[in-house]
Structures are given as C-alpha cells and as structure tokens.
C-alpha cells in the first residue's frame, strides 16, 4: 500500500493548535481526521477503517489510556501513537502494556509527527512482506502433505492451520494471497468428502457399541469435556454459539484471552451438520437414530417449525446425564438465547448462577445472521465474503451481552466450555436434485423418497442406518452436499440457483461444517 492512501485518525482537545501539524501531513499525502476526544474517536473508528491513531494521552472525559483500554477490549487492531505531555516512567509502563506502537512527548513539532507515522508504515510493509513469505512456505509446506492418507487429527491439524491463516489474512494488501488461501481452502473439501464417506460410517457403529478408536463427536460433549468437571466438583457453563466456524472462533478468542486460560480441543460434527440432528446430538448424547428410538415422541425431523425441533435440549441433557450417573448437586439451569434482550437478562443473572453446577447456554446470534446474509440485502452489502462476515461478527461480539456474559463469567471459579454445534460453509455451486414434493427444503442436505443427485457433488445414503440416522422405511434416503454445493431442483433452477449462490449454508459435509472448536476456559487467577 503507498504511502499516500494512508488514512490518519487524530484524537486531542486542542484541535486548533494542530493545524499546521495536520496541513504538514496532508502535504505529505496523507488524509488526517482530527476529533476532540476518545468518545469520538472510537465513534470514528468504528465507521471508517485508519491505518493509524495519534492519541493524546490528556483529554477531558475519556482519556488517551481510557481510549486505549476501550480499542483492545473491542478488538479494535491498529497501531496506536500516544502523544504526552508527562515523561514519567510508570505512565510509559502503563501505556506500554496497553500495546501502543509509539509515543511522543509534547510539544512535538510536524516533522516529529510525519516521522513517527512514516515508522509505522514502514514497519507494516516489512511485516505485510514477512506475512507473505511466512505464507508461501507453509503454503509449500501443505502441498507436500499427502493429503489423501491424512487420518482424522492430520485432518484437525491443517484445519487448525488453515483457519488462522484466515484470520491472518485478514485485511492484508495482497490480494492474490487471499485468492490463492481460498482456492486451496476449496480444494481440500474435495478430500475430506471422500475421508468422511470413508470412515464416519465405522465412526457411527463404533460410538453405539461404545468403542472409543474415533474422533470426539457432538454425542461426545457432555461426557467429554462437561462431566469430568463436575465430578471434580467444579462449576460448569456449557456455552453452544450456533453455527460458529474455526476461523470465526478464532476471530474472537483474543478478545477473550486476557480473562481465561483457553485450553483448545477440536471435534468433529455428527451428519447431517444442522441444528436438528448436531445440537440435538450433544445435549443428548444420541445419534439420530438413537434420539428416535428412545425418545420417539420428542423427535421431530419432519416438522416444518425449526424450533420444535430443538425445544428439548434440556430434557435431553437431563436424560443423558443420568444416564451417566452424573448428579448435580447444586443445580442445572438451561438457557436458549435467540435476541439480544433474552442475551442481556442472562448478563444480570451470571452471577446469581455462579453457585449452580451447571449452566447450558445456546446462543443463536451467529446462525441467523448466516442465514439472514442470504435473505437480506442490507447484510449481504455488509458481509459480502467471509472476511467481512468474520469482521461483522467480531463487531457484533464486542457490543453484545455475551461478551459481557463471558466477562462476568472470568469473575466466577467456575469453568467455562464453549463451543458451536455446527459450522458452515459459503455454497458458489448448485447441484441438481430429484425428489418428491414430501422431501425437506434444506439446501445443503435433504432426506425423503427415492432422492436423486450427482454422487461426485453429494454423498448419497441408501441405507440411513449405517449413518446412524432414522429409516422410516423402504426407499427413505439421505443426500448430503460435498464440498461448496447446494441443493436446487429442476423447476425454477435458474432463480434458486441465483438467489442462494454465495449463501452461509448448512447441513452438509465440508471442514467448516465438521471440524470444530472445542474450547475450555479458566479464569485467569483463580484456582
């Protein structure tokens, strides 16, 4: 990026006396912004994107440190000049630990100004350059990896990989890396739909005879990374964020790392990756077929309202933590979070349930927002691809109440478990199917009579119990979609296929949807 497009944001009480330092930087091509104050300077950041932020570190109402303090807890990344008129040792230690990039000391002349700036920009292209090489080599690197003969932790290893460099990527000027990062990341789907077909139904069988030569599935939660909490006596909030990718995890896990030890764990979603069958799976502990079998009256595949089909969780938890001979002492409270007002009530109760054994949260935020991106213009223009999507996530998180929700749980003794019920994956291809008008609408998978399709673009299931799903009877199947394809049928192709290609969908089988975070936090200092 030349020098000349960058954009500087200018924050101190004496705009006026700034003038000839400003008109001495716009000479120099660059565009300066000057505001009043730390209020108005985070208004502004939020608006428009700066490469760097002059900070004065005296001002009425919230101070340089303040603004400082405010920018990280927001995830607000960009290099921070503090300008100030104190030299003491202890105020550069504090400003220092708040991750400034420079600082100078009043009164500062333009050429001081420019010369700091100018630091900063040169240290971000040398860093932009070492992003780009350190990325060609682990690029080179995957590319040696016989990807083919990957078992299920090589799997977790690269998608870990992959999805930080995600993040990395992020904003970075180099536009054909980003291409390239996408690429790669569509090709290794074509691989992992064969590994899942190859090895989820043994994965399947095993788990109903117990056997545990197999990656942690959804059923695998509770008993996981739940129970052995609560039988060491600890306090547990199981925290379920709906549909929340790798990457998206780790878009947000640095604005938690300052209150909790993390330690990171990956799972594997059960088939088909959608709420009814993933979330149902981990707060019962019972694949699909399992979950019918034994609560035949609470399973409700073939419902047309999205909630009845998950409106038994905490039956379902309650169930299988019996069935674990797991007894809670102090309490179970379960709680499904679809709006910010059910999300700000739960903020006031944290700590009236810090005593309680265990804490079920489901948050739904990230799930509709992926699917109003396909339904709404006005989220599309603001998410058009999954960087942006990440970006409005991250912004949502901060000035949410279950940001607020994980702070006030960084106070508690308790231990937290986050993590998503299923992934999903941005769909650029249709894929023809052929079924009765009794079979599902879901895009990414489908279940119903004598179902058709390419099996090079979906995994078909002829025999739903080696999945572990329900058989109704003869001729039900299952398609599930591979790679970035979704489901569209003969009639009206063009128009379907117009109006969800580059939609968040769910359902089928990609690393997005199945490889996914499974998180444990302590808050930091305590035992």
């Known amino acids: ?13 004496e705009v006026d006396l700034l003038r000839p330092h400003i008109r001495f930087l716009e000479q120099k ?3 300066v912004t000057p505001v009043p104050n730390g209020e108005d300077a ?5 608006r428009e994107r700066y490469d760097v932020l002059l900070l004065d570190e005296m001002m009425p109402g919230l101070g340089g440190l303040e603004t400082l303090a405010r920018i990280k807890s927001q995830g607000l990344e960009l290099p921070v000049i503090l300008i100030t008129k104190s030299e003491e040792e202890t105020l550069m230690d504090e400003a220092i630990g708040k991750r400034i990039t420079d600082y100078l000391i009043k009164p500062v002349n333009p050429s001081q100004v420019f010369l700091a700036c100018k630091r900063v920009f040169d240290s971000q292209r040398i860093q932009d350059g070492q992003r780009a090489r350190d ?23 690269l998608a870990v990989d992959v999805a930080r460099w995600d993040v990395g990527l992020d904003g970075a000027p180099e536009s054909g ?52 909490h609560l039988q060491a006596g600890r306090n547990v909030s199981l925290v379920v964020i709906d549909c929340m990718r ?25 088939l088909p990756t959608a709420t009814p069958y993933s979330r149902n799976a981990i707060f019962s502990g019972l694949l699909p077929a399992q979950l019918k079998a034994q609560h035949p009256d609470k399973w409700a595949e073939n419902s047309n309202d999205e909630r009845t089909k998950n409106r038994f969780e905490r039956e379902f938890l309650e169930a299988q933590l019996e069935r674990l001979q797991v007894r809670l002492m102090k309490g179970l409270k379960y709680i499904k979070v679809h709006d910010n007002e059910e999300a700000a009530n739960v903020r006031r109760q944290v700590h009236s349930m810090a005593n309680l054994s265990l804490v079920a949260m489901v948050f739904n935020f990230l799930d509709i927002l992926a699917h109003g991106r396909s339904e709404s213009e006005l989220v599309q223009e603001l998410a058009p691809d999954e960087a942006a999507f990440r970006a409005v996530m991250k912004a949502w998180f901060t000035h949410s109440p279950l940001y607020e929700v ?37 895009l990414r998978y489908k279940f119903g009579l004598n179902l058709n399709t390419d099996p090079k673009q979906a995994i078909i299931i002829r025999k739903p119990m080696e999945y572990q799903l329900p058989d109704d009877g003869v001729n039900k199947n299952y398609v599930l979609a591979r ?42 200092g305590r035992a």
């Open 135 to 157: 990325y060609v080599g682990e690029m080179q690197r995957w590319q040696t990896m016989d990807i083919k003969r990957l078992d299920w932790q090589g799997w977790v290893d």
């Open 483 to 524: 790679e970035d394809y979704y489901f569209v049928y003969p009639t009206r192709f063009h128009e379907f296929e117009g109006r969800y290609r580059g939609s968040l969908q769910h359902g089928g089988v990609s690393v997005e949807e199945m490889i996914l975070p499974l998180m444990t936090l302590r808050p930091k």
């Open 177 to 228: 890396l980003q291409q390239a990062h996408l690429d790669f990341r569509r090709s290794l789907n074509i691989d992992f739909g064969r590994f899942i077909e190859d090895r989820y139904p043994g994965w399947v069988s095993r788990a109903a005879k117990g056997a545990g030569d197999r990656p942690t599935l959804s059923t695998d939660i509770v008993a996981r990374a739940v129970v052995p």
């Open 42 to 46: 985070l208004a502004e950041l939020a």
């Open 406 to 442: 994980f702070q006030a749980l960084s106070q508690t003794d308790g231990v937290v478990v986050v993590t998503t019920d299923h992934g999903a994956v941005l769909g650029r291809r249709a894929a023809l199917v052929h079924g009765n008008r009794d079979t599902s609408t879901n």
């Open 1 to 13: 990026m030349n020098d000349i497009s960058r954009k500087i944001l200018w924050a101190d009480d």
């Open 246 to 270: 790798l990457d998206q995890w780790f878009t947000l896990e640095p604005l938690l790392s300052d209150w909790f030890d993390i330690d990171r764990d990956y799972y594997c979603s059960i």
């Open 29 to 31: 091509g660059y565009i």
